[in-house]
Nanobody, 122 residues
């Protein structure tokens, strides 16, 4: 069992930045691949970013060049640095853990955080 606690959301103006955090705990948590998804009002949850075994990352085209995913293995924490935020980035952001690294599909993830709200005003 892996527990995930995500945090760091808030209200920011367009063009601003936020850093989301996801702290993982539990049995073998460090062996799981980590990713971020988001769900905007009235829309389905969508992939944002995922870290690979070699510590590279995959990004959705909509966030590429603006978001950066990183992982601190000592703290068992994953971060999502979000820069140049746009109103369309407004959503609840969820971190998730997968037995597969670099997983892109929601169904590949086994554990989910509770979500953190990000609101970007224009």
């Amino acid at each position: 069992q892996v527990q995930l606690v995500d945090s760091g959301g808030g209200l920011v103006q367009a063009g601003g930045s936020l850093r989301l955090s996801c702290a993982a705990s539990g049995r073998a948590a460090s062996t799981y691949g980590m990713g971020w998804f988001r769900q905007a009002p009235g829309k389905e949850r969508e992939f944002v970013a995922a870290v690979t075994w070699s510590s590279n990352a995959y990004y959705a085209d909509s966030v590429k060049g603006r978001f950066t995913l990183s992982r601190d293995y000592a703290k068992n924490t994953v971060y999502l640095q979000m820069n140049s935020l746009k109103p369309e980035d407004t959503a609840v952001y969820y971190c998730a853990a997968s037995r597969s690294w670099g997983a892109l599909l929601e169904k590949e993830y086994n554990y989910w955080g509770q979500g953190t709200q990000v609101t970007v005003s224009s």
